[in-house]
């Protein structure tokens, strides 16, 4: 069974590092699945997602002129629902909704827009403290003017 770019094939994982999985591919070869490359979600660490032993559909991605492969198991499988209806195509995470209700599942860490909104809040609340003061008459650098 010859394979190459575009291929989707059956492995199974034969070593875990902090940076992705190697799968042993049929033919004698192997590849390597990158962390990006394992879940559609961010993947902190290869371990929660993937265990030696495991089989596996990857779908080939690259083949460099060591001969060396490069695999992908999200492009070997449809990618998830969109929710919410809100058609966002600016790279924005498709998992869960956009309100005030992202609390509800503590176990799910918050998305990059959710964290950066809190931050902004957070930010502008600091700042206006800070011009509360100077109009009192509070100095941020020691001494009156």
């Known amino acids: 069974m010859e394979f190459g770019v575009g291929s989707i094939v059956e492995g199974k994982v034969t ?13 004698n070869k192997s590849g390597l ?4 490359e394992i879940a559609y979600s961010y993947v902190n660490d290869v371990k929660d997602y993937l265990k030696e032993g495991q089989e596996v559909k990857v779908k080939v991605i690259g083949i460099d002129e060591n001969g060396r ?31 005030g209700s992202r609390r509800q599942a503590p176990a799910e860490p918050a998305t990059f827009e959710d ?23 509070g100095s941020r650098r020691g001494g009156r003017k």
């Open 69 to 99: 492969i490069n695999l992908s198991i999200k492009k070997a499988m449809d990618p998830p629902p969109r929710t919410g209806g809100q058609g966002r195509s600016n790279g924005a995470r498709p998992n869960g909704p956009r309100g």
């Open 33 to 36: 699945v990158h962390i990006s």
């Open 15 to 27: 070593g875990i590092t902090k940076f992705g999985a190697f799968v042993s591919l049929p033919e």
């Open 115 to 137: 964290r950066l909104k809190q931050f902004m809040q957070a930010s502008d609340s600091k700042l206006s403290e800070l011009r509360y003061m100077d109009k009192r008459g």
